[in-house]
């Protein structure tokens, strides 16, 4: 059995990220800018890159993907503040949409 390394892990999950974004941005470029906290340019050129693309960036080595919650306040108020059943995704939503 081959053991799978870091470095290999972070390709797949890149590839996994770049291709769920733009599978996101395809179905619903709005929300999709929301969700990913991206501008329209960076939405237009990530629909844009093809598969060939899309795998050279994975494979660079360098982690694409990046914590919505910027530092340790932000997500312990996640993780802590928790609401009535009915809210807590609204108030996710409001925290998330809060960090830059």
């Not at 093809?50 to 660079?60: F, K, M």
């Not at 919650?69 to 993780?79: D, G, K, S, V």
């Amino acid at each position: 059995m081959e053991k799978t390394t870091i470095l290999e892990e972070f390709q797949e999950l890149n590839l996994a990220y770049l291709l769920l974004m733009q599978k996101m941005i395809a179905e619903d470029r709005d929300a999709a800018i929301f969700r990913l906290k991206l501008t329209l340019e960076m939405a237009e050129l990530i629909e844009s890159m093809s598969v060939r693309e899309i795998t050279w960036l994975a494979t660079q080595g360098q982690f694409v993907l990046r914590p919505c919650a910027e530092n340790a306040e932000q997500l312990t108020h996640i993780l802590r503040n928790r609401r009535e059943t009915g809210l807590t995704q609204t108030h996710l939503a409001m925290l998330m949409a809060s960090t830059n």
